[in-house]
């Protein structure tokens, strides 16, 4: 029988928080390049006219970098 000691509890949570799975890790990713997208697209859209011409292009370079990053993490989530 199983003895009920927590210190079996607590190196299982411990394990379970500081070596996550690798799905995990992937979603974070994921989750990271969209709000990238997102922020590069907000600051885009309400701050066009008061942005210089290089930053303008910094921020779609960005942004077109993000999109392709989330596609090609994308492609690898959905062949597995």
Same mark, same amino acid.
């Given at each position: ?11 299982? &949570?411990?394990?379970? =928080? ?11 990713? !994921?989750v990271? /390049?969209? +709000?990238?997208?997102? &922020?590069l697209?907000l =600051?885009l ?10 930053? !303008?292009?910094? /921020?779609? +370079? ?7 990053m ?10 597995i």
């Amino acid at each position: 029988m199983i003895e009920n000691n927590p210190m079996i509890g607590f190196s299982s &949570t411990a394990m379970g =928080i500081f070596a996550p799975v690798k799905r995990v890790i992937v979603d974070m990713v !994921m989750v990271q /390049l969209l +709000a990238i997208i997102v &922020t590069l697209g907000l =600051i885009l859209v309400t701050g066009a006219d008061n942005l210089s011409s290089d930053t !303008m292009a910094y /921020l779609v +370079a960005g942004l077109f970098a993000a999109f392709f990053m989330l596609g090609g993490i994308y492609s690898r989530i959905s062949s597995i």
